[in-house]
Structures are given as structure tokens and as C-alpha cells.
């Protein structure tokens, strides 16, 4: 009966994965393999006897004298196979719901939802990593007491007071502005401006000097 039981649950896995759409950006695929039993034919041999006439000194003793002839046929046996199939499966951080794939978070979105991996979308008038603090980005702590030091724009984490960057700035306390060439969230993204222009430290965006006409 458990068997039983088993083979009901993977019959069930696979025919809900049939269900998932490859063209969800959160359904990944893998090759899966598996044996089927299958009609082969192969080249048999055996062996043939005929009775012809003796060509020896046996004939004083037999009219005829048996002759073996090796042949060919054509025979069928019960043959495996190994093949493969695509499977579909939720992406690393997905799990399965009304036949599509959405993002997983460990912690509830307390007043809020998640909207990737980990990553709550809070409503508004709340924050924090689970959305269940009601401070605002320059205060943080219980009761919301302690004020945010964070510069340029930052903001605070609500439990913990650690500052968020806006794009442009790093630092403890995003005091310092991305070093030349650099610009972006966490000033982690390289400027391609060229012929001398220099890079916008919250976008990227090219800023040409001006050009000096002839004299």
C-alpha cells in the first residue's frame, strides 16, 4: 500500500510540472532520463543439416550423408532504452502556486507582499526588512526614537539604524561620493564615458565638457 502511496505522489509531482509554463521567467527546466522498453531486432545464427549424397567410402554403408550449413535470420528481442525529457521546475527561490511560480520569503510580509526572493514590497507608512515598522527613513528604533544620521540622503534601517545609500554615495553614513569613474546603487557600476566627458554618479549618464570653438 505505501508503494502504492508513493508512486501516486510522483505521478502527481510530474503531472503538475507538466502544468508550469516555460515561458514564466521563474520556471527553470532540466533533463530528465528515463528507460523504455522496446522491440529490437538482431541477426541470429543456426545451423541448417541436408542429406545429400556421399561423396566418399561412406556410401558402402549409407546412401546419403549429412551436410551442416551455417545461416542467418532475422530475429526480435525485448530491448531498454534510456532517453531523455525536459522538465519544468520553479527557479531557486520560486515555489509553486495555481500553476505558476512566485517568489518565496522566509519571513511574513507583515504589511506588505513579496515581490522577489526574500524581498517584501511594503504598504505605505511601513518599513523595515518584514514591513511591520511604522518609522519613518530618518528615525529608527523602539518607538521609533532614535533619529537617522545618515547623509546625502540615506535612510535607516528601522530595527537596526544602518543606512540604505542612495545611488551615488557609499559609506557608514553615505557621506562619500562614488570615486571618479564609478557611479550607481553602491557606486558599483563603471562610467564608459568618453573623450574626457565625466559620468553622472547617480545614473551613469555622459557629461561632455564644452567644446571650444577655433579661433
Known amino acids: 500500500?505505501?508503494?502504492?502511496?508513493?508512486l501516486l505522489v510522483l505521478w502527481l509531482q510530474l503531472d503538475r510540472a507538466l502544468l508550469l509554463s516555460s515561458n514564466d521567467p521563474n520556471v527553470c527546466s532540466y533533463w530528465e532520463s528515463f528507460t523504455t522498453?522496446?522491440?529490437?531486432?538482431?541477426?541470429?545464427?543456426?545451423?541448417?543439416?541436408?542429406?545429400?549424397?556421399?561423396?566418399?567410402l561412406a556410401w558402402l554403408r549409407a546412401k546419403?550423408?549429412?551436410?551442416?550449413?551455417?545461416?542467418?535470420?532475422?530475429?526480435?528481442?525485448?530491448?531498454?532504452?534510456?532517453?531523455?525529457?525536459?522538465?519544468?521546475?520553479?527557479?531557486?527561490?520560486?515555489?509553486?502556486?495555481?500553476?505558476?511560480c512566485v517568489p518565496r520569503c522566509a519571513q511574513e510580509?507583515?504589511?506588505?507582499?513579496?515581490?522577489?526572493?526574500?524581498?517584501?514590497?511594503?504598504?505605505?507608512?511601513?518599513?523595515?526588512?518584514?514591513?511591520?515598522?511604522e518609522c519613518s527613513d530618518q528615525s529608527w528604533g523602539p518607538n521609533c526614537q532614535s533619529p537617522c544620521t545618515c547623509l546625502n540622503g540615506g535612510s535607516c534601517d528601522p530595527l537596526t539604524g544602518a543606512c540604505?545609500?542612495?545611488?551615488?554615495?557609499?559609506?557608514?553614513?553615505?557621506q562619500e561620493p562614488c570615486a571618479t569613474g564609478t557611479y550607481g546603487q553602491g557606486c558599483q557600476?563603471?562610467?564608459?564615458?568618453?573623450?574626457?566627458?565625466s559620468c553622472s554618479l547617480v545614473n551613469g549618464a555622459c557629461l561632455c565638457s564644452p567644446v571650444t570653438p577655433p579661433q
Not at 522498453?37 to 566418399?56: N, T
Not at 540604505?164 to 553615505?174: A, D, F, K, S
Not at 557600476?189 to 566627458?197: E, K, P, S, V, W
Request: include cysteine.
Open 1 to 6: 500500500m505505501a508503494y502504492r502511496y508513493s
Open 37 to 56: 522498453v522496446s522491440k529490437e531486432s538482431f541477426v541470429q545464427p543456426f545451423v541448417q543439416e541436408s542429406k545429400e549424397p556421399c561423396k566418399s
Open 64 to 100: 546419403t550423408c549429412p551436410q551442416y550449413r551455417v545461416l542467418y535470420k532475422t530475429a526480435y528481442r525485448q530491448g531498454v532504452r534510456v532517453d531523455y525529457r525536459r522538465r519544468h521546475h520553479c527557479c531557486e527561490g520560486f515555489y509553486e502556486s495555481s500553476d505558476a
Open 109 to 133: 510580509c507583515v504589511h506588505g507582499r513579496c515581490v522577489a526572493p526574500e524581498q517584501c514590497q511594503c504598504e505605505q507608512g511601513w518599513r523595515g526588512s518584514d514591513c511591520s515598522s
Open 164 to 174: 540604505t545609500c542612495p545611488p551615488g554615495y557609499h559609506g557608514q553614513e553615505c
Open 189 to 197: 557600476l563603471d562610467c564608459h564615458c568618453q573623450n574626457g566627458a
